[in-house]
């Protein structure tokens, strides 16, 4: 197997046992892959498998035509969502998606979080929009959820969870902690008086 490859598996392992140690997902709940440099395949979790019982190479690989090539377990149900991600955007090379709770809540209510956080605005590209409902794993989801993302690295999808990327797997992993931190914010603003937009104009990158 390739180098590549063997080092994207191991990075997405990694990356899928961090979700988990940092309460992002529960049990077989959310998944995460990275697009392997100059190939055309990507690696990501397997579905229906706790995190912490796989190893590296319990990680599936799977062509841009969505069809495995490695891996002895199938890929996690969303393949679609990060195989169309990937096609849309050539700058992403790493997707994470969780169910963590902040955001979900906030998805729940049928609304995105507007550019309240300097941080959101550096990191995530501005307001965290919400995909249109469709039922999980489906194509209609997939294209949903690039829609919601746009050119930006966040998005809610509503009544269950959220999807963040990067240009590799531990940026998006990092997004979604930056997200979780947004979505509070936004949450405990509303019991003082509501949160403010960021004043682009007046903002400049640290």
């Known amino acids: 197997m390739e180098t590549a490859v063997l080092e994207a598996m191991k990075e997405v392992h990694k ?34 498998i706790e995190y912490e019982l796989l190893l590296a190479e319990d990680m599936c690989v799977i062509n841009m035509n969505g069809e495995q090539v490695e891996g002895r377990y199938s890929p996690s149900v969303e393949i679609n969502m990060h195989l169309e991600i990937y096609r849309a955007r050539e700058d992403v090379g790493g997707i994470v998606h969780t169910h963590q709770t902040m955001a979900t809540a906030i998805s729940t209510t049928g609304q995105g979080i507007p550019p309240i956080l300097e941080e959101q605005v550096f990191k995530l590209g ?34 269950h969870g959220a999807v963040t990327v990067g240009p590799k797997v531990r940026d998006a992993l990092l997004n979604a902690e930056i997200l979780e931190r947004t979505a509070y914010a936004f949450i405990i603003s509303h019991l003082v008086g509501g949160p403010k937009i960021v004043p682009f104009m007046e903002v400049t990158h640290p």
């Open 15 to 48: 990356t899928a046992v961090e979700m988990s140690k940092r309460g992002l997902v529960a049990g077989t709940s959310g998944n995460c892959s990275a697009k392997v440099p100059n190939m055309d395949l990507i690696v990501i979790t397997p579905t229906s």
């Open 126 to 159: 501005g307001a965290v929009e919400i995909a249109e409902y469709a039922l999980p794993g489906t194509k209609e989801l997939a294209m949903s959820a690039v829609k919601a993302l746009g050119d930006r690295k966040a998005c809610l999808l509503p009544h």
